[in-house]
Nanobody, 122 residues
Framework: QVQLVESGGGLVQAGGSLRLSCAAS????????MGWFRQAPGKEREFVCS????????KYADSVKGRFTISRDNAKNTVYLQMNNLKPEDTAVYYC???????????????WGQGTQVTVSS
């Protein structure tokens, strides 16, 4: 069974940091582009960032550029999201996603994780 499992979410004060992890199982994802999306209460799911299969290319939403960093370790079948200088508007459920092509588009995602809650207090 193919699974993406996120971890690392939690409650943090504004200006703080969190590191999310997404561990893939069931098959190797080293040939897939990987991405992170988020969904805040009452809002649609939105793109956060994505990374190519080899890690050489990355793409970020303007709202997180310069604060968030996506990376991957294909040997561990894991992708990471380092989030620094967090803001209350970053509060959302964060989802990991796998896409056969880069960049990652929600409409083309093959696999989604179950999500991890990130809450940033002011």
């Amino acid at each position: 069974q193919v699974q993406l499992v996120e971890s690392g979410g939690g409650l943090v004060q504004a200006g703080g940091s969190l590191r999310l992890s997404c561990a893939a199982s069931g098959r190797t994802f080293s040939n897939d582009a990987m991405g992170w999306f988020r969904q805040a209460p009452g809002k649609e799911r939105e793109f956060v960032c994505s990374i190519s299969w080899g890690g050489g290319s990355t793409k970020y939403a303007d709202s997180v550029k310069g604060r968030f960093t996506i990376s991957r370790d294909n040997a561990k079948n894991t992708v990471y999201l380092q989030m620094n200088n967090l803001k209350p508007e970053d509060t959302a459920v964060y989802y990991c996603a796998a896409d056969r092509l880069y960049p990652v588009y929600a409409s083309r995602v093959d696999y989604w994780g179950q999500g991890t809650q990130v809450t940033v207090s002011s």
